[in-house]
Structure formats: structure tokens, C-alpha cells
């Protein structure tokens, strides 16, 4: 008995380790077109211009938001003791709508905007739209910096972050250089109307506009969808990304998910018992996301029926919006009339909801859940990077991964921090803080560099 037991248990250890070696190979990158067309029709000759642009909320389009606003029919009220716990309070979201039709001042809010220089250029058939802010010094490094955001955002999440790092600081012998992009069919970028416009292919996008801008080498700053983009761009462009730097850090190779499993046996053996909690025990953590990731599989699934209704009104438009960028910044606060929306400026809120209305992107930008997920991205997914990487960790991110999880991606993870407070939408919350962090990710990674030379 006691033999056939030994045989089990070694048969046992011999397919674990098996299986384990096989979650840890490296596929092979597959074949990327680097210059595939996105534009409306066949491929032609590309526009390679670079044009000045300015943010105009024309007044028909304020007039008619301010009409189906004011007549929206009246809202359903909350179960009694219910605060945000089923979704906006539309008692709190009654006031913001009042707001948004009486106070809100959409004319100064655009020159607010275009107070940062912005361009548009055409990439591979789309108008992409972009701030470049170059800094006014002289005697210190410039590093050119990518600043890519996610949904349901734009290139309006950088705009307090922007002046903090293009401006010289004691300590540091750089500055930044910045280019934060729209996102194809996000913010002012033009949308597809083709197939397939995954993070990976936004990628490329993105890699091809810094060539256009004249940097065949560059650093990258990201969250949300852009993280994921950028960690595409990190992978399959190792070469010409310089360092990479997060503030929702994640690797999605099935090994790390794996381990992420097994440490739920031992958490405070694998995570920092201060951080412990973030992640386990596991079935807080699946129950949270069951909780909150419902609008993640419409859209990964249907997005263009949500769409119709987010696209003809505004009012909905903005609880579905609002709710999401509330639990994003404190999901703790769901028993509060704004659901976490107090952790962040109305005006700021207000700017997103009044660009995603002016520029009709709510389709375009939710598709990008249901592109995200190609045979090809998971491959890449599975793929580790070599570029020297950098991350944040604010409180209430929507994930978190440990250190040792994000080195099975990032084998260069040079500089980790992890903060106590803020949230997912930090270039707006907390842009001190991220600035900070930035500055003190690019010398890690500019030390490594150093090291390697």
C-alpha cells in the first residue's frame, strides 16, 4: 500500500511540475501588420501632416443637451436605506444633472482644455488627437513620455498631471516631453468602423504616432485600457520603448493566475500582510468583481445595444458613466448618495461626460472591451518584457497584483510603490502623487539603464 501510494504522490508531483512548466513557456510573438487600415474604405495615400486643433462645444450642441436633459422623464427613486448600492443614486444624480444644465459653463470649460497645446494627425486611416506639451527649460534631459488612458476617459485625465511633469524638480536632472493621446474612438481620436481594433493594434497605433512625432524611442505612462495597450507595446516593441511606467499594474499570463490561486492557501507568506487584504481571501476578491464587472460584459459581449440607449440620452449616459467612475475611485462608498464620486471634481466628471457627448464616442470606445480579448492578445499577454517597469499602486485601483505576480511580465520591475489612498482615476484625483511617482519610476528605470550600459 505503501508503494502504490509513493507511485501517486510522485506521479502526482511529476504532472504538476509538468503542467507548471508548461504555464511558464514563452510563445512565439505572432504576426503583426504594422500598417494595418483602420480608416473608413480602401487604404490610400496617408495625410502625414500634423495640425493644430481646438476643443469647440459649439452652441447646437449645447442647446440640444440642454433640451433632452431638462426634458428627461422623472427618475425612479431609491429603495428605501438603499444609497449606491443598485447603481447611481438618482436622487444625488438629479443634482448633478441640474448642474450640468444650469452651471455648468461649457465655453470656459473648453478654453479650460485648450489651454494644453493640441494636434491631431492621421495614423493608419484615423485622425488621432494628442496634447504634446514640451517643457520650457534648458540645461536638463528631456525624456519623451506617451501618456495613455482608458475608458471612460481621455487625454482630459492628464491635464493636472501635464504642467507637474513638464516642470523641472529638485532632485532630478530630467523632465518630460508629453504626448497624451485619445484612443482611437475615444475623447477627439476618430473610431474605426472595422473589426478587430484591439489593444494590441492600438498599440501599433500608438508606436506609429511617435515615430510620426520623430521618437523612435520613448517612455510610457498608463492606466486602465492604456496600460493594457502600453504592456502590448512594451512586449512587442522592446527595442523602442524605454521604460514603462503604471498605475494599474497587471500581468495576465496564466501562471501568474496560477500562483495568485496557491497563495490564497498561504496569503501572508506571498503578499505583505499590510497588502493582504487587496487581494485576499479570494472570494472577497471574485465576489467584488462579480459585483462590479457586470457593464464590463455587456460591453465585451453587446456593446452596441447598451450604446443606443447611452447614445440618445444623456441623462442615462451619464448615471451608467458616473456610477462606473464612483466605484472606481472608492468602491467603499457605495452606501453614499455619490457612490464614491466625491473623491474627484465635478467639473472634471462634468468634462468627461460633456466629450464623450460632443464627440458621439460612447460605442466607440465601450467596443474596445469587445475587441480586447483576440486569440493574438492572449498570446502577447503570455509573452514577458524585458523593458525596465515602474508602478503605482493607489488604494482603490480595480486590481491588484503583487510584486511577484507582475514579474512574471515585467522581469525588469525596478521601482514598485503602493499608497494607502486614491483610486483608479489618479491623473485626476491625485496628480501630485502621481507626478511624484513618476518622476522617481523614470530614475529607477533610468539607474537600470545606467547599470545595463
Known amino acids: 500500500m505503501l508503494k502504490v501510494l509513493t507511485i501517486i504522490v510522485a506521479l502526482i508531483a511529476i504532472a504538476s511540475y509538468g503542467f507548471i512548466s508548461y504555464l511558464q513557456q514563452t510563445p512565439e510573438l505572432p504576426k503583426i501588420d504594422y500598417d494595418r487600415w483602420w480608416g473608413n474604405g480602401p487604404k490610400v495615400a496617408e495625410d502625414t501632416a500634423v495640425r493644430p486643433f481646438k476643443i469647440e462645444f459649439n452652441d447646437t450642441m449645447i442647446a440640444d443637451l ?6 428627461r422623464r422623472p ?6 436605506g438603499i444609497k449606491s448600492e443598485y447603481g447611481i443614486n438618482t436622487i444625488y444624480l438629479e443634482k448633478v444633472l441640474n448642474y450640468w444644465v444650469e452651471k455648468y459653463d461649457f465655453k470656459e470649460r473648453a478654453n479650460n482644455l485648450n489651454q494644453l497645446p493640441r494636434y491631431k494627425t492621421r495614423i493608419q486611416g484615423l485622425d488621432i488627437h494628442f496634447i504634446r506639451m514640451k517643457p520650457k527649460v534648458q540645461g536638463v534631459k528631456t525624456l519623451p513620455l506617451l501618456m495613455l488612458h482608458g475608458w471612460p476617459s481621455s487625454s482630459k485625465e492628464f491635464q493636472k498631471v501635464i504642467p507637474l511633469l513638464t516642470t523641472p524638480r529638485t532632485g532630478h536632472d530630467f523632465v518630460f516631453e508629453v504626448i497624451a493621446a485619445d484612443l482611437p ?9 472595422k473589426p478587430g481594433l484591439s489593444a494590441l493594434h492600438i498599440g501599433v497605433i ?4 511617435m515615430r510620426r512625432l520623430g521618437y523612435n524611442q520613448f517612455y510610457i505612462q ?16 522592446p527595442d523602442e520603448i524605454l521604460g514603462f511606467h503604471t498605475n494599474m499594474p497587471m500581468s495576465a499570463r496564466p501562471y501568474s493566475y496560477l500562483k495568485l490561486f496557491l497563495g490564497s492557501f498561504v496569503p501572508t507568506f506571498v503578499v505583505d500582510p499590510k497588502h493582504a487584504h487587496r487581494i485576499y481571501p479570494l472570494s472577497n476578491y471574485i465576489s467584488y468583481i462579480l459585483r462590479e464587472s457586470g457593464y464590463f460584459h455587456i460591453q465585451a459581449t453587446k456593446p452596441d445595444t447598451i450604446g443606443v440607449g447611452l447614445t440618445d440620452s444623456p441623462a442615462g449616459m451619464a448615471a451608467y ?7 472606481c475611485t472608492n468602491r467603499d462608498q457605495t452606501n453614499t448618495d455619490h457612490g464614491g464620486l466625491a473623491g474627484l471634481e465635478l467639473e472634471d466628471v462634468l468634462d468627461t461626460l460633456t466629450i464623450i457627448w460632443n464627440n458621439n464616442c460612447i460605442v466607440t470606445s465601450s467596443r474596445l472591451y469587445a475587441e480586447g480579448f483576440s486569440k493574438e492578445t492572449k498570446i502577447i499577454d503570455n509573452i514577458p518584457t524585458k523593458v525596465p517597469t515602474a508602478a503605482v499602486n493607489f488604494r482603490y485601483e480595480v486590481v491588484y497584483h503583487p510584486d511577484w505576480m507582475l514579474r512574471d511580465k515585467f522581469h525588469n520591475l525596478v521601482h514598485s510603490t503602493i499608497h494607502d489612498f486614491g483610486g483608479h482615476f489618479a491623473g485626476l484625483q491625485t496628480p501630485k502623487e502621481l507626478a511624484d511617482d513618476i518622476f522617481l ?6 539607474e537600470f539603464h545606467k547599470k545595463e550600459t
Request: without cysteine; positive net charge.
Open 66 to 71: 440642454k433640451s433632452r436633459l431638462k426634458n
Open 75 to 80: 427618475l425612479t427613486k431609491p429603495l428605501e
Open 185 to 193: 474612438g475615444y475623447g477627439f481620436s476618430e473610431g474605426t468602423n
Open 206 to 209: 500608438m508606436r506609429n504616432l
Open 222 to 237: 498608463a492606466g486602465d485600457w492604456g496600460s493594457n495597450v502600453a504592456t502590448h507595446m512594451v512586449t512587442v516593441f
Open 321 to 327: 458613466v458616473m456610477e462606473k467612475i464612483g466605484v
Open 441 to 446: 519610476g523614470m530614475t529607477a528605470i533610468l
